[in-house]
Every structure is written in C-alpha cells, then in structure tokens.
C-alpha cells in the first residue's frame, strides 16, 4: 500500500509550519482519531501498518513517504493481539504486505470523530444498520 492518510486536511485548517512551537500554537485540532486493534499477532510475516510520526502536522508532506523511509522516521505498528493503536486520521501510513501463505490479518478500525465530520472516502456511505429492511430477508 502507498503512503497516504485516511483525511485530508480540512480546507483552510493551519498545519503547524516550521516554527519551533508550531505545533503548539497553529495546528488545527484534530477531527477523527483512528483505534487500530490487531486480532491476531502483527509481525513482518502477516504484516503491519507503518506509521510516519508527526506527519500529521504539515498538510504539505503528502506524496514524500518515501522521505520518512529514507530518514528512518518510520513506526511499524507491530503489535499483538489486542493491541490498541490510536493516530490522528491526518497521519501519513501505509500498509506493509502480508507475506503468509494462508493468513489473514484481521484489524478492527474504530473511528472518532467530530459531530459535523462525516467519513465517506474509506469506509463507503451506506449503513450497516438498514441493510436487513434494505435485503428484504423473509421471516422464517
């Protein structure tokens, strides 16, 4: 999987810039957070997802994940099972291959969002809850 994040920056939010204490002072607060929770060990077999940490803070590093590669600025989100991994939805990642021959790496991805956010790039806009009534399943 390439780098990318899962939310862009919102339009006409400040990231931190360059300043010392940017960081601090301009950056726009979060408006999703994202809970990683493994089912199963994630190690270099089954793969991981790899995390690029602080990229969250500069809207501009979108499309240079090969930089955070390159300076040894990455996190490999190995873990075990049960594991919780929390980043802002802003945060550059990638997803490293499963190289088993007949694993699957099952992942719960929670998200926490904002009220007025709403997500419709990576999940799909179509409701889990309505698809009984939606399918029309016969009473039995």
């Known amino acids: 999987q390439n780098w990318h994040s899962d939310g ?3 339009k006409n939010a400040k990231d931190a810039g360059w300043d010392d204490n940017g ?36 809207k501009d590093l979108i499309g240079f994940g090969a930089a955070a590669e390159l300076t040894h600025a990455t996190f490999n ?18 997803g490293i291959c499963n190289v088993s ?14 009220k007025w956010y709403i997500e419709k790039a990576n999940y799909g806009t179509k409701s889990i809850y309505g698809m009984r ?5 016969p009473n039995n």
Do not use: M
């Open 8 to 10: 862009k920056h919102q």
């Open 23 to 58: 960081w601090q002072t301009n950056l726009a607060n979060p408006y999703a957070l994202c809970l990683f929770i493994p089912l199963i060990d994630l190690d270099d077999k089954v793969g991981f997802t790899q995390f690029w940490p602080s990229s969250h803070r500069y």
């Open 77 to 94: 989100g190995i873990g075990k099972a049960g594991d919780g991994l929390w980043y802002d939805y802003r945060l550059l990642h990638r």
């Open 101 to 114: 021959d007949d694993i699957l790496r099952p992942v719960i991805q929670v998200v926490f969002k904002q």
């Open 133 to 137: 009534n939606e399918q029309k399943i």
